[in-house]
């Protein structure tokens, strides 16, 4: 899963869409109901992680610090669950020409942007897998188009090492029509799980409706990217509410995989 969690903003009071303490219960709730063994996060906080961590349940373990360092400012997280993944590394680095600079940004963005790469180990198989989860920034194009070029050049890492990889994040861009999807898909060659996937198990719902109508829609922003050793199952874009209540501005998007046995 994906999910762009948003962060808790100071701004809201109880009854407005997206005040925390109204939308907690349904993420909690949301990830109770899928539990999906691999989570990557958007816009986690260091306080934040109790509704995630309540409704994932003890087996879960989380990797990644924050965008200036430790846990000061907003984290992408990955959550993985233990009985199923043994993580065997991980690494954060910065989308920026310092990306082992904490805090760097270089490409015109106002904030630092971040991605956690890891290697995982799948209990039930055997076979080992890189994940990297991401999230774009939302105004500059070329800090877009930087961000996912880097992001595909820790990719050929993992390739090199005869690895599937998995993509998640937010990228604030539209599928099939902006230059960070052309940088992943169309020029390295990822595959989108939801074109790829054999069953869809929702409509193609737009992933940002900011709390709006849910609505069919080619807008989607947020994607799991799949290196072409990666079966795609099913796929599917998640319009759960709690009781009228949206756990965040995102919709979160599903995809079910099998990693294609090819590892020596």
Do not use: C
Request: proline share 6%.
């Amino acid at each position: 899963m994906s999910f762009n969690a948003l962060f808790q903003t100071d701004s809201s009071s109880p009854g407005d869409p997206g005040h925390w303490e109204d939308r907690a219960p349904a993420i909690e709730a949301m990830l109770a109901a899928d539990r999906p063994d691999l989570l990557g996060l958007q816009e986690m906080q260091a306080w934040t992680y109790g509704p995630i961590e309540r409704g994932l349940g003890p087996t879960y373990r989380s990797i990644g610090m924050a965008e200036s360092g430790g846990s000061d400012g907003l984290i992408n997280p990955i959550l993985y669950n233990t009985d199923r993944l043994e993580l065997l590394g991980w690494n954060q680095f910065w989308l920026s020409d310092r990306p082992r600079e904490i805090g760097s940004a270089t490409w015109g963005n106002a904030r630092p942007r971040t991605a956690v790469r890891a290697h995982f180990r799948d209990r039930a198989s055997g076979l080992e897998f890189g994940h990297i989860n991401t999230h774009l920034d939302h105004v500059i194009t070329q800090a877009k188009t930087k961000g996912a070029q880097l992001i595909s050049d820790h990719l050929e890492q993992f390739r090199l090492l005869g690895l599937p990889s998995i993509t998640t994040g937010d990228f604030n861009s539209i599928a099939r029509r902006s230059p960070a999807y052309t940088v992943l898909v169309e020029d390295y060659g990822l595959q989108d799980s939801w074109l790829a996937a054999e069953e869809h198990l929702s409509p193609g719902w737009g992933t940002f409706p900011f709390f709006g109508e849910v609505e069919e829609s080619d807008v989607r922003i947020d994607w799991i990217l799949l290196s072409q050793d990666v079966r795609v199952a099913a796929a599917r874009i998640d319009d759960f509410r709690l009781d009228g209540v949206f756990p965040s501005d995102h919709l979160p998007v599903h995809a079910h995989l099998e990693l294609l046995a090819h590892q020596s």
